[in-house]
């Protein structure tokens, strides 16, 4: 699977979103023939819109001789012959000036009607910014992790580990805490009663798609009036910064970012202060009130 960059005007875009297909040039058919069905797409509109407007999966590839578009019909030419189909994942509302994914800061190629992206982070943060503004989770046009079975076992162990101090941390101060709970569908919860609606909302996330958990944050903060917490490391702290940036919502100033040293430094001080109150007989925080 390879994800790609599809740059036209805004009257070509108008036609192809109509007909559900897009076509290049002569000249891009090496590129071209790399195609392949299932393949991930992003619709960028020049001027005036500059920018991301959605996102497509290739359904069907083919070369065909009749103009389509409007600068072949003005010319009576063909232009772009070499064609193919898609499907429309998810499309920004009109209008697309003001609802557009800004990548202007992501070095993406636009400059060809069909353009290339590798770069797992750069997809990462694009799918991320776009989920959050459009509300819509597009963890599926990611592309796929390449993990070695060695190392996967660690991730896991890791990622339990951290869920876990945070849990036995809301226990220890008294929360209503919870990990892994399937009506909320995030790691671990904390809330004031137990039959109350989590106050906190946290997502572990040492690797893969960040955006996704970005999501689920969101949607907690939507649904719930939850404060969001994000734990993840160093690499994964940058990207959230990325798709942070051009992001306005309430969330990019509720977002809590926590790394795994800080989960650990807390959980050992927090067992500690418990230790030495247990000894002295004190209680732990109460919440409730």
């Known amino acids: 699977m390879k994800f790609w960059v599809l740059s036209g005007s805004l009257e070509n875009w108008e036609t192809g979103l109509n007909y559900k297909k897009w076509g290049v040039r002569i000249t891009l058919e090496k590129l071209w023939q790399r195609l392949q069905e299932g393949d991930n797409l992003a619709f960028y509109v020049t001027k005036p819109v500059k920018g991301i407007v959605g996102f497509g999966r290739i359904t069907k590839k083919f070369e065909e001789n009749y103009p389509l578009w409007k600068d072949e019909i003005r010319a009576n030419k063909v232009i772009y012959p070499f064609r193919w189909s898609f499907q429309i994942v998810a499309l920004a509302e009109q209008p697309w000036a003001e609802n557009k994914i800004v990548i202007s800061d992501l070095a993406v190629e636009i400059r060809a009607g069909l353009n290339s992206i590798s770069n797992r982070s750069t997809i990462n943060t694009l799918l991320g910014r776009a989920s959050l503004q459009w509300k819509k989770n597009l963890a599926n046009l990611a592309l796929p992790e390449i993990k070695e079975e060695k190392i996967l076992p660690?991730?896991?162990?890791?990622?339990?580990?951290?869920?876990?101090?945070?849990?036995?941390?809301?226990?220890?101060?008294?929360?209503?805490?919870?990990?892994?709970?399937?009506?909320?569908?995030?790691?671990?919860?904390?809330?004031?009663?137990?039959?109350?609606?989590?106050?906190?909302?946290?997502?572990?996330?040492?690797?893969?798609?960040?955006?996704?958990?970005?999501?689920?944050?969101?949607?907690?903060?939507?649904?719930?009036?939850?404060i969001p917490v994000l734990v993840t490391n160093e690499n994964g702290k940058a990207e959230v910064a990325k798709i942070m940036a051009s992001y306005h919502h309430e969330i990019k100033d509720e977002l809590i970012v926590m790394t795994i040293d800080q989960v650990e430094k807390l959980f050992k001080l927090q067992n500690e202060d418990k230790k030495i109150k247990d000894e002295i007989g004190l209680p732990m925080a109460n919440v409730r009130q």
């Open 154 to 226: 660690k991730k896991i162990s890791l990622h339990n580990n951290v869920r876990d101090m945070l849990w036995e941390i809301g226990k220890i101060d008294k929360w209503v805490s919870e990990r892994e709970a399937t009506q909320y569908n995030i790691d671990v919860v904390w809330r004031r009663i137990p039959d109350g609606d989590p106050t906190y909302a946290f997502e572990v996330q040492l690797g893969g798609n960040i955006f996704q958990a970005l999501y689920k944050l969101k949607e907690a903060r939507d649904k719930w009036n939850s």
